[in-house]
């Protein structure tokens, strides 16, 4: 383990499955307490429970649910995303809302909840879950493209005004992670072009990829944790592709 977060308390939001149950393990791996903030309750149940941390049902949309949560963490991972697709004239307003709501109003919220304790400590890790679509566009995307380009530019933010305190601030900016959210969009695509999910995951997902392979949970978890240790505290205001060299091409 590259980091020692020994006294430390994290918050991961969407903490109870895929990349945030990850984040949860290898924050709890590297000594962190965790609070497991998810819709889902019971699985955030079962998810602190397994690390011997504290869980929290809230919806992230709700701003009154936020203000629910602790405001005392040391790392905040600004996790809990959705996805949906749909050409720009039949994108639904009020799914476009609810996606602006829950990855770029909640991590706002909770950055601005978490600062004030932070700075008072003179330490603080936020790492904001972005993707390669928050540095490129793809058709159809126009919520998920539109929130995680407004979450680089607040992690940005954050970052030139936590600097002094000894707070940082960046993104993880993954390519297609095998995970429940990228499961349910090969279900899609393999109905929708009527073609076996081997090849969604070869000829659609991972064609702009130049690592065929899909990302694993485990792997996001470990940049997260990274960005959290000792070693990492002039890395700010960054946005760091893990992504098979799908931005590169
Ligand atoms: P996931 O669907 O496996 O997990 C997301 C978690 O967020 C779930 O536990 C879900 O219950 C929770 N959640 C959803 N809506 C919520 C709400 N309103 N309030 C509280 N919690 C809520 O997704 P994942 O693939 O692990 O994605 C996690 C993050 O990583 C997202 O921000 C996603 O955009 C990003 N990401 C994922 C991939 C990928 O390929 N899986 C790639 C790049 C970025």
Redesign the pocket.
Known sequence: MTSDLDGRTALV?????????ACVHALAAAGAKVHV????GE?AEAAAGAVGGWAHA????DPAAVDGLPAEVDILVN?????HVAPLEDFPPERFTRIQA??VT?PFLLIRRALPGMYARGWGRIVN?????GLRASPFKAA?VAA?HGLEGLSKVAALEGAEHGVTSNCV??????????DGQIDAQAAEHGIPRADVVAEVLLKRAAIKKL?E?GDVASLVTWLCSPHAGHVTGASIPLDGGWTAA
């Open positions: 939001t969407g903490g109870a499955g895929g990349i945030g149950l903030v998810d819709l889902d699985k809230a919806d992230l949309t996790n809990a995303g959705i996805q829950l990855m909640a879950m972005s993707s390669v679509h998920y995680k900016s993954p390519g297609y992670v095998r995970t429940p959210l990228v990302i949970p």
